[in-house]
């Protein structure tokens, strides 16, 4: 199976950790948007990002609305946020299926966050960030059980 992950990861390389936590498991290669031209000769493909304003960077979005119409292609989405789990997913995912892509699973973990989106605010109201040394070992593990549940499905 060839396998590709699509990554935004900018400000402390969480989401990275658990792509090349994925990437291992599946072999894939892991690349960002503006590097993805074409994406038919993959069977799986990953879309993630950290959490910027409650959803994926814009940049996925972006991708999304150039790619043609994909009847079917299976794809996953991930992310790190402050909150963990895949509850901001939900917009990434509706553009994806109105695509036509097949979303076959969902990850999400905590991971470490300034909330750089409070600007000066986030300094003074939590100054040392929340969820520090996360990702942490269970989560990447977390990330490997999912990858092979993709490949497996």
Known sequence: ??????????HHQNTKRIADAMAKVLKA??????AVKDIKGYDLVGF??????????R???????RLPEQ??????VFS???????????????KLGEKGFNVAGQFGCKGFD?????GFLSKLLIPNGINQGRPNGQDIEDA?????KMKKD
């Open 1 to 10: 199976m060839k396998s590709l992950i699509i990554l935004v990861s900018i």
């Open 29 to 34: 290669k892991v690349v960002g948007p503006d």
């Open 48 to 57: 993630g990002s950290g959490i910027y304003g409650f959803k994926h960077h």
């Open 59 to 65: 940049s996925l979005f972006a991708l999304v609305d």
């Open 71 to 76: 009847k079917g292609k299976k794809i996953f």
């Open 80 to 94: 790190t946020s402050g909150n963990g789990g895949t509850g901001y997913h939900n917009s990434l995912v509706k």
């Open 114 to 118: 300034t909330m750089p989106y409070l």
């Open 144 to 148: 490997r059980a999912f990858a092979k």
